[in-house]
């Protein structure tokens, strides 16, 4: 009887105008106990009038959330994940309801991230992904539903239906591809969440795998497919390359850095960025270099990219006239010279490379990039060890924008300057010497160590490159005509102890006594 009776209001409930009276007569609580009925028909039929009455109707929905309707909606979908009809009366109701923050906080407490993802597994029709793809999107706008549900793997089953798709041109995978690829960005972007990905999500090979797969793919089906499948293709790779740079961090030397660089994405990043420098696609040149950026961080990778030739190939991208491409370029570079002295030597002897950070050093509308050029030119020097490097950047003008930099507002870079510099000069300060006075060097590290504000670690360093312009006479009267030995004797009894004791040394080396 029972059972009959939700029936007949889940039908009742379909007319618009019946919904006020079964409202007024408070049938949605007597039928939520329904909600707990081992009879599947029963819990059809009662969830089928619950959602048809509470539709569009926020205090209703309020108030489900508030008698205990979620829990009853998670037991379903777990107790009956095979039954089309319960699932699909579930997932609507969850539907319904995810944008409510009281469902969103009543759902961090069940494992609903565990169902969906079976859910995601189990489903054959696009309306069905689509409902599942609805709710995941509003339950990621939630911290702790985010984690739970990165940790319950929706990124990988995304992923696996992503690389089932590619290839296909019919209009609804192309929604599946988009609304999968929108899914997967919202989940992997956020620190804590990136940072999870390489602690929890257990990133398995065959994820790697997958996309390498799709990588590959993308470059085989390029120009051979329809409008919506190249669209589908650049969406797909682009949140690949996404997801890849994130999937990297923060890289622990055995993870998924590793994996990465093993299964060849390298390759397949540097062929996509090839491709995408001639078609002008700056979307997917900006996402590759992100990774490749990354996958550089490890030493172990380094030496591994630079034996199979990435900077090589990395360089053919500067011809691009995109700033944001050009920036990320140089910030990839920078991390593959970072503590390598064979990979600052190759891009140190590249007059090409050379001669566009010299023009970018002197780009004025775009900050970013100028700061990176400079960079770049600093690590390249700070790194190498070779005295033709510092006799290319001299030639190719790089010297005077490295002394610019040591007066930067930022006293990171100051310091990289200032580093650099004096590595250069312990290599070859008779080249640099000429260089050195133009550029007036020497009354620039003046009013460093003169100026209050300048930071403990820039005027040590600042006295750590005097000492190595001691080494040439010409140089060596600039700094006596400065009267810096005045500065100095004043820094001596400086806060802090590293500047008093680099000043005393200083002192000693301008006085001759050692």
């Known amino acids: 009887?029972?059972?009959?009776?939700?029936?007949?209001?889940?039908?009742?409930?379909?007319?618009?105008?019946?919904?006020?009276?079964?409202?007024?007569?408070?049938?949605?609580?007597?039928?939520?106990?329904?909600?707990?009925?081992?009879?599947q028909e029963m819990l059809l039929h009662a969830g089928r009038a619950i959602g048809r009455i509470c539709y569009d109707n926020r205090d209703l929905?309020?108030?489900?959330?508030?008698?205990?309707?979620?829990?009853?909606?998670?037991?379903?979908?777990?107790?009956y994940a095979e039954s089309e009809p319960l699932v699909h009366v579930a997932l609507l109701a969850l539907y319904n309801l995810a944008d409510l923050d009281s469902a969103k906080e009543a759902l961090s407490t069940t494992k609903?991230?565990?169902?969906?993802?079976?859910?995601?597994?189990?489903?054959?029709?696009?309306?069905?992904?689509?409902?599942?793809?609805?709710?995941?999107?509003?339950?990621a706008e939630n911290d702790a539903l985010k984690?739970?549900?990165?940790?319950?793997?929706?990124?990988?089953?995304?992923?696996?239906?992503?690389?089932?798709?590619?290839?296909?041109?019919?209009?609804?995978?192309?929604?599946?591809?988009?609304?999968?690829?929108?899914?997967?960005v919202s989940l992997l972007l956020g620190g804590s969440c990136c940072s999870l990905l390489?602690?929890?999500?257990?990133?398995?090979?065959?994820?790697?795998?997958?996309?390498?797969?799709?990588?590959?793919?993308?470059?085989?089906?390029?120009?051979?497919?329809?409008?919506?499948?190249?669209?589908?293709?650049?969406?797909?790779?682009?949140?690949?390359?996404?997801?890849?740079?994130?999937?990297?961090?923060?890289?622990?030397?055995?993870?998924?850095?590793?994996?990465?660089?093993?299964?060849?994405?390298?390759?397949?990043?540097?062929?996509?960025?090839?491709?995408?420098?001639?078609?002008?696609?700056?979307?997917?040149?900006?996402?590759?270099?992100?990774?490749?950026?990354?996958?550089?961080?490890?030493?172990?990778?380094?030496?591994?990219?630079?034996?199979?030739?990435?900077?090589?190939?990395?360089?053919?991208?500067?011809?691009?006239?995109?700033?944001?491409?050009?920036?990320?370029l140089l910030g990839t570079l920078r991390m593959l010279a970072d503590g390598q002295a064979d990979a600052a030597e190759i891009l140190g002897q590249d007059p090409l490379l050379l001669n566009r950070l010299v023009q970018w050093c002197n780009v004025s509308d775009h900050s970013g990039l100028c700061g990176e050029a400079n960079r770049l030119l600093a690590s390249i020097l700070h790194h190498n060890r070779s005295q033709e490097v510092v006799k290319a950047i001299q030639a190719a003008q790089g010297v005077k924008h490295l002394v610019s930099m040591t007066t930067s507002e930022h006293a990171a870079m100051q310091n990289e300057a200032l580093n650099a510099l004096a590595i250069a000069s312990a290599i070859d300060l008779e080249t640099l010497e000429e260089s050195f006075k133009e550029s007036q060097l020497v009354q620039s590290l003046h009013k460093l160590l003169k100026d209050d504000n300048t930071s403990p670690e820039v005027k040590y360093n600042s006295m750590g490159l005097l000492c190595?312009?001691?080494?040439?006479?010409?140089?060596?009267?600039?700094?006596?005509?400065?009267?810096?030995?005045?500065?100095?004797?004043?820094?001596?009894?400086?806060?802090?102890?590293?500047?008093?004791?680099?000043?005393?040394?200083?002192?000693?080396?301008l006085r001759g006594e050692t």
Request: net charge negative; aromatic share 2%; charged share 25%.
């Open 1 to 39: 009887c029972a059972v009959k009776a939700a029936h007949v209001l889940s039908e009742i409930a379909k007319n618009e105008e019946m919904k006020k009276p079964c409202m007024e007569a408070d049938l949605v609580l007597t039928l939520i106990p329904l909600l707990e009925s081992t009879d």
């Open 61 to 79: 929905q309020e108030e489900l959330v508030k008698v205990g309707v979620i829990p009853s909606l998670v037991r379903i979908l777990t107790d």
């Open 112 to 139: 609903v991230a565990e169902q969906l993802v079976k859910q995601l597994r189990r489903a054959e029709s696009h309306e069905r992904l689509e409902i599942v793809f609805e709710v995941l999107q509003a339950l």
């Open 147 to 184: 984690v739970q549900l990165v940790e319950a793997g929706v990124p990988e089953v995304l992923s696996e239906i992503l690389l089932r798709l590619q290839g296909s041109s019919q209009a609804e995978d192309t929604c599946i591809v988009k609304a999968a690829s929108d899914l997967i």
């Open 198 to 328: 390489s602690k929890e999500m257990k990133v398995t090979k065959n994820n790697a795998k997958a996309i390498v797969l799709i990588l590959a793919r993308h470059e085989n089906t390029q120009g051979k497919d329809s409008l919506n499948s190249q669209f589908m293709l650049l969406v797909s790779t682009t949140v690949f390359l996404t997801s890849l740079t994130c999937l990297v961090l923060p890289l622990y030397p055995d993870g998924n850095c590793m994996r990465m660089v093993q299964l060849g994405v390298i390759h397949q990043l540097l062929d996509l960025l090839e491709k995408h420098v001639q078609s002008g696609d700056t979307s997917v040149q900006q996402a590759a270099l992100s990774a490749l950026q990354n996958l550089a961080i490890p030493v172990v990778s380094k030496v591994q990219m630079l034996e199979e030739g990435v900077a090589e190939r990395i360089e053919a991208l500067l011809r691009s006239e995109s700033p944001p491409v050009q920036f990320k």
């Open 468 to 509: 190595r312009l001691l080494n040439s006479g010409d140089l060596r009267q600039e700094i006596e005509k400065d009267k810096i030995k005045d500065t100095l004797e004043r820094l001596c009894s400086h806060s802090n102890a590293n500047v008093v004791k680099e000043a005393m040394t200083t002192l000693q080396l």
